[in-house]
């Protein structure tokens, strides 16, 4: 049960106590967390109460989702790297560029989503806001993801990716394009261009300074379409470990050359072979 009198939201109180669970070895690493609605009971709250508190956690690093199997708590020798508060600290900047190639766009909606409403509250004011979002054209057949009995395309699984991808890069767009509309912003634009390449990792520029990099484990789960479980390979975002590359690193450090490569490919893919996605 939450503590009535705790002025915090719900959600919050809820990530504190799995966080103290997991910490203090209650849950201990590959173990599968009580179900949403499990947890919705323990603790007396909505199960978005619960889902919003365990989005929290995944993207500090302290547990991991897999579809079809549940939640379970990382390995923390993986040493994950929140992407969230360097997002949230780069709006601070005068000019606020991210660059984002991957595969849904979801994690970039989760992470950016806090300083799109400050800009709105008025508590952030960046001169600009320029996102550019390269993923694949999900209409065409990709070489991954795919069936895993034959390796060949699954028209039913690219329609629930589109809508997917869809419904987070289009959320992303028409946010930051209002903020411009509105005036919150003196300029702010977000592009989305599409290209036929399977999508292997993600990649994130941000203020062309930071650059976050992770690959896409590709895994094997099973998904009903109408009444036919169909087994799909499936690049698996959330499980994805980013590791973090600055520009601002000294001298032995190769941080500035990777950022520089990392912008360097995304500005390659968005000038040659994307084409931009009309949402």
């Not at 634009?189 to 896409?216: D, M, Q, S, T």
Request: charged share 25%.
């Amino acid at each position: 049960m939450l503590d009535p009198d705790d002025p915090r939201p719900p959600y919050v109180q809820v990530a504190n106590a799995l966080r103290a669970a997991i910490l203090t070895k209650k849950f201990t690493p590959g173990d599968k967390l009580p179900s949403r609605n499990e947890l919705a009971k323990t603790y007396n709250v909505a199960p978005m109460t619960v889902q919003n508190a365990l989005r929290e956690l995944r993207e500090e690093g302290l547990i991991i989702s897999r579809q079809g199997s549940g939640v379970f708590v990382r390995d923390r020798t993986e040493r994950p790297v929140g992407l969230r508060p360097h997002i949230e600290r780069a709006f601070e900047a005068e000019h606020v560029t991210i660059d984002f190639a991957g595969f849904s766009g979801e994690t970039l909606h989760g992470a950016i989503l806090e300083p799109l409403d400050k800009i709105r509250a008025g508590r952030l004011r960046p001169e600009s806001v320029t996102v550019r979002i390269l993923i694949p054209d999900t209409s065409a057949p990709l070489a991954i993801p795919c069936r895993v009995d034959d390796l060949g395309d699954s028209p039913e699984f690219r329609a629930r990716a589109t809508a997917i991808m869809h419904r987070h890069v289009g959320a992303i767009t028409d946010t930051v394009n209002e903020l411009g509309s509105l005036g919150l912003v003196n300029k702010a634009e977000a592009i989305v261009r599409v290209h036929h390449a399977a999508p292997l990792f993600k990649l994130y520029v941000i203020n062309n300074e930071e650059a976050f990099f992770g690959f896409y484990p590709v895994r094997e789960h099973v998904l009903t379409f109408g009444e036919q479980p169909t087994a799909i390979y499936d690049l698996m975002g959330k499980d994805a470990i980013l590791f973090h590359h600055s520009a601002t690193d000294d001298d032995t450090s190769t941080g500035s050359q990777y950022v520089e490569q990392a912008r360097t490919w995304f500005d390659s893919m968005w000038n040659t072979v994307s084409t931009e996605l009309v949402l």
